[in-house]
Antibody, heavy 119, light 106 residues
Framework: QVQLVESGGGVVQPGTSLRLSCAVS????????MLWVRQAPGRGLEWVAV????????YYSDSVKGRFTISRDNSRNTLYLQMNSLRTEDTAVYYC????????????WGQGTLVTVSP | EVVMTQSPATLSVSPGERATLSCRAS??????LAWYQQKPGQAPRLLIY???TRATGIPARFSGSGSGTEFTLTISSLQSEDFAVYYC????????FGRGTKLEIK
């Protein structure tokens, strides 16, 4: 049974930082690309960042490029998202999700962690 | 960026009837198209990938079709648990989602 559990969300002020974690169990973590996807209140899904299974490549959506950093620790089966210079528009539920071997459709998702950026 | 456009935004259908949801890509995404279902307060759930392959445990009443830029999700006979929001996602050129179709009870 694959499980993804996010943590680290909370209420922060604009301009500050937060780090999210996603612990993965029941899966060969190091064999899969991992993604962060977010959902602002009442809105749709937005891809935020992806990291390759071997940690060598990571990519970001334009909305977070230069502010967010995705990383992973394959020895700890954990995915991270370091979020700097947070803005009110970053307020969302952040999901981690596991990519598939044959393409990054998202078979497994965490339950999400809420990040609220408010003055 | 590949823009995914879903229609309609809201679809009202009676239980037992067929629902047809559409998704259009701004450029070809080949067969790299997935569908997800999301219920309030829950994470999205993968229904379909590769245009037409059902994920494990997804009932046969869900089917996907299309190619290139035009795709369809069909739910053949709606059950009460199917009323939710549905998203398409392309994974050909990075990852983008449509804005969703809310399937509501008529």
């Amino acid at each position: 049974q694959v499980q993804l559990v996010e943590s680290g969300g909370g209420v922060v002020q604009p301009g500050t930082s937060l780090r999210l974690s996603c612990a993965v169990s029941g899966s060969t973590f190091s064999s899969h690309d991992m993604l962060w996807v977010r959902q602002a209140p009442g809105r749709g899904l937005e891809w935020v960042a992806v990291i390759a299974y071997e940690e060598s490549h990571n990519y970001y959506s334009d909305s977070v490029k230069g502010r967010f950093t995705i990383s992973r620790d394959n020895s700890r089966n954990t995915l991270y998202l370091q979020m700097n210079s947070l803005r009110t528009e970053d307020t969302a539920v952040y999901y981690c999700a596991r990519g598939a071997i044959d393409g990054n459709y998202l078979y497994f998702w965490g339950q999400g962690t809420l990040v609220t950026v408010s003055p | 960026e590949v823009v995914m456009t879903q229609s309609p935004a809201t679809l009202s259908v009676s239980p037992g009837e067929r629902a047809t949801l559409s998704c259009r890509a701004s450029q070809s995404v080949s067969s790299k198209l997935a569908w997800y279902q999301q219920k309030p307060g829950q994470a999205p759930r993968l229904l379909i990938y590769g245009v037409s392959t059902r994920a494990t445990g997804i009932p046969a009443r869900f089917s996907g079709s299309g190619s290139g830029t035009e795709f369809t999700l069909t739910i053949s006979s709606l059950q009460s648990e199917d009323f939710a929001v549905y998203y398409c996602q392309q994974y050909s050129n990075w990852y983008t989602f449509g804005r969703g179709t809310k399937l509501e009870i008529k």
